[in-house]
DNA sequence: GTGAAAGCGCTAACAC
DNA sequence: GTGTTAGCGCTTTCAC
């Protein structure tokens, strides 16, 4: 900046004034440096400009992993929200910083906002750490986690309605006759608990008693599902249903009940969770219940910036929409089989 | 830090050495230091360590979007790279600034580095821009490329051998009988052209002629597949095989092949490219080119680590494999239909 | 309309 | 071992 101002023979204030489009300083010296500045490929110094100002445009997004599996980031659900949440980011100007940090120390992503390296958070999942999230609001660090809606919750989240959405799937399994729905995934985390509860409501409500040893507090992890399903098939646990945590989940089972020799939708009814971009094209097509993950993006950023702008907080419940496919039809009127 | 300087009874300057763990200050008073650093919840500013340090930690990652399409960053391929990238840099402690960028106006990238945002940058993919990239590189940008290596190329790239891979893939169908093999993919963008080379390697080798007509330049879109696939059955142009550009297509032609009433892998054997997570799972499960995700981020952070050390840039070729499964295999001993 | 000077929060000579 | 001072690159009062 100093050159510029050499060179164009004015002073720093004036080459500042200049590049920020100041009215204050004579339109034609205005053009004269910003030609000279790009001629130079100068651009302004955003840490400097940042330090000076005393603000930041950056949001980090955190995405803790758990460390006893020290899980790599794969589930498209998670990937496909960071691209929805670096899309509403770029649309509004904002810098997106892609973090990863240990789930147990969960209060670590503070540090991001309290060494000024982000304006604000947004925490994709909120795993079993209610407690450090409530100290983190207390703090008063800005930050919006994707998850479940919890009591005594002093932070706000934006999520589906995760209790709906478990109570539609598993009404449409028992509508179409299913008696022994399985539930696959682990309820210890708030999102998943809450899509259980839905799961009890709709077996309360269609007068179906729910088999406790049906739910299967399985993780995310392939193996782990492959394992389960082979597991119950020796212990001769039956089940005319599966309803699972996450899209990926029941692919994976499906894949492992196709293995077992076991036909979908017939001998099975499966229906997934998250309406992945896949899911359609999945053979048999996958029912499933859809978090709407543009909206998801648009929805996080737009309560962490009004939260910035100093107004309430406010938990965000978005739709939640149960789409039939071919897992969990009962009439298997559809494609033909091919394999 | 002042703060901390007047409530320990000591210069700004010692505060900053103690923090920094220097052993220039006594370790009594350093710890009182860090003791009342840590009860104020304080912590380094890192723009103001930065500007006056001169550097900066922060690896910028690229994706472009097309801005014909202004597609959403929704491939699980591209997303799990990203994945693969935050890990990496997370492991050697580098943040991520994850951007998207017109894909026409690559040359913005550079605007990261010099406003000092980022000390350096990671393109993933390259697409029609091999000219703004070189022209980056004139400019002395750090950068590594995730994509092909082209000739006269100024700059690093990381990437799969992709000639290699679509040789291998298109063998692998010839070998097993097939006879005309439907090429899907935009050979404009540099790695799927290189694939189509292969693809030519792979006839000339067979000595089977290949039809022009079945190399069909679609983009990534999901909807310009099926109708493609509706669009040549209309036309009975016939095939007994399909190679595409990536697993995400493969599933989206199964599909929309199995809509047609055909049967995989008796009718068409497909043959897939990036062996994503879903595609061991699939009905039929897919073959496919793998592309070593884990690798790749780490390839990238390493060779954008050493560039920056002052080393001699240099381009990666990554290790590529078919694996074979059922959507390519002869005797479809597989699995039973499951429709 | 433009310049001089102070200061954002930090570090690193250089003194003592 | 610790304090003083200058300065990283920028913006913004306050003069003129």
Redo the contacts with the bound molecule.
């Keep these: 900046?100093?050159d510029i101002?050499r060179l164009a023979?004015?002073?720093?204030?004036?080459?500042?004034?200049?590049?920020?489009g100041?009215?204050?300083?004579?339109a034609?010296?205005?053009e004269r440096i910003a030609e000279l500045a790009r001629s130079l490929k100068?651009?302004?110094?955003v840490?400097?400009?940042n330090?000076?100002?005393?603000h930041n445009n950056t949001v980090a997004v955190i995405v803790p992993y758990d460390p006893q599996t020290r899980q790599h980031l794969s589930d498209p659900f998670f990937l496909s929200l960071i691209g929805s949440l670096a899309d509403a980011l770029t649309e509004r100007g904002h810098d997106m910083l892609l973090t990863r940090v240990d789930a147990d120390r969960l209060d670590q992503a503070a540090g991001l906002y309290h060494?000024?390296r982000a304006m604000g958070i947004v925490l994709v999942g909120q795993w079993h750490h209610h407690d450090q999230l409530n100290a983190m609001a207390v703090q008063g660090v800005p930050f919006v986690v994707w998850g479940a809606q919890l009591p005594q919750q002093l932070y706000a989240t934006v999520g589906g309605d995760n209790r709906a959405g478990g109570r539609l799937a598993t009404a449409h399994l028992l509508a179409s006759g299913a008696r022994r729905v399985l539930f696959m995934g682990d309820p210890e985390l708030p999102e998943i608990g809450l899509r259980l509860q839905g799961y009890a409501d709709a077996h309360a409500q269609a007068g179906v008693p729910a088999d406790a040893q049906l739910v299967r507090p399985v993780p995310f992890v392939t193996e782990a599902i492959q394992q389960e399903v082979r597991s119950l098939r020796e212990r001769h646990i039956g089940f005319d249903a599966v309803f699972a945590a996450s899209d990926l989940m029941a692919m994976t089972v499906i894949s492992a009940l196709r293995q077992a020799g076991l036909h979908l939708p017939e001998d099975v009814r499966v229906v997934g969770y998250d309406d992945i971009a896949l899911a359609a094209h999945f053979h048999p097509s996958l029912s499933t219940v859809r978090q709407p993950i543009d909206t998801a993006g648009q929805a996080l950023v737009r309560s962490l910036l009004s939260q910035l702008a100093g107004e309430r907080v406010q938990s965000i419940l978005l739709d939640t929409e149960l789409v039939v496919r071919d897992s969990s039809r009962a009439a298997a009127a559809s494609a033909p089989c091919a394999a």
């Design positions: 900046m100093a101002a023979g004015v002073s720093v204030s004036t080459v500042s004034r200049a590049l920020a100041s009215t204050l300083v004579n034609e010296t205005r100068y651009s302004i110094n840490g400097a400009q330090l000076r100002l005393g060494t000024g």
